[in-house]
């Protein structure tokens, strides 16, 4: 009779330490922390990293999409306007920007989001989609660049993303910036407009 109270005492006090280290492992957030078990990873150092309020409230202008900008059409030789001689269409239909600022200089990452659609006259391979970004003040163009983008053309209609990460210019005294993106089909200039 004593062994039998000795081990259900036994098995009552484990039950009761076993549920004690679990309640613990659930307050703790990681329940393998505990016995040590669980997760192996490497716990870092939080980013030290001070935001300042000149960098929430930065200016990062918006990027235009000019309507006669956002489609592109690319015919067989000789066959302009023609829709048998279509190769592809292709079409942006979005816009973004991110912006940084350091030593007076505003740097941006402007990107482009399309699809393309194969036209009777496809072959399918790669082509080149003339992307234009521009940054102009007024009448001022601060920044232009003509990209030949190249993207696969399939059988069906694909997606593109397309961006410039390079895009810099002074900090402007006044909010006065336009950045402008879209298809370009003049001559490809391998350097930034001045």
Do not use: W
């Amino acid at each position: 009779m004593v062994r039998r109270s000795m081990s259900g005492r036994f098995l009552v006090a484990f039950a009761l330490a076993s549920f004690t280290l679990t309640v613990a492992g659930c307050q703790s957030g990681d329940s393998g922390s505990i016995l040590g078990f669980g997760s192996k990873e490497k716990k870092t150092e939080p980013d030290n990293t001070k935001v300042l309020a000149s960098d929430l409230l930065g200016y990062c202008p918006k990027v235009t999409l000019k309507e006669e900008t956002g489609f592109f059409n690319k015919y067989a030789k000789g066959g302009e306007e023609d829709p048998a001689k279509l190769i592809y269409q292709a079409s942006i239909s979005d816009v973004t920007r991110s912006c940084k600022t350091a030593g007076g200089i505003l740097t941006m990452e402007i990107g482009v989001a399309g699809r393309i659609v194969p036209g009777p006259a496809s072959t399918g391979g790669t082509v080149n989609l003339p992307i234009r970004i521009a940054v102009t003040r007024g009448p001022e163009v601060l920044y232009s660049q003509l990209h030949e983008y190249q993207a696969a053309l399939g059988d069906a209609a694909t997606q593109f993303v397309f961006s410039d990460p390079n895009v810099s210019v002074p900090v402007p005294a006044e909010r006065s910036l336009q950045v402008l993106a879209g298809f370009d089909a003049g001559p490809v200039k391998k350097k930034t407009d001045e």
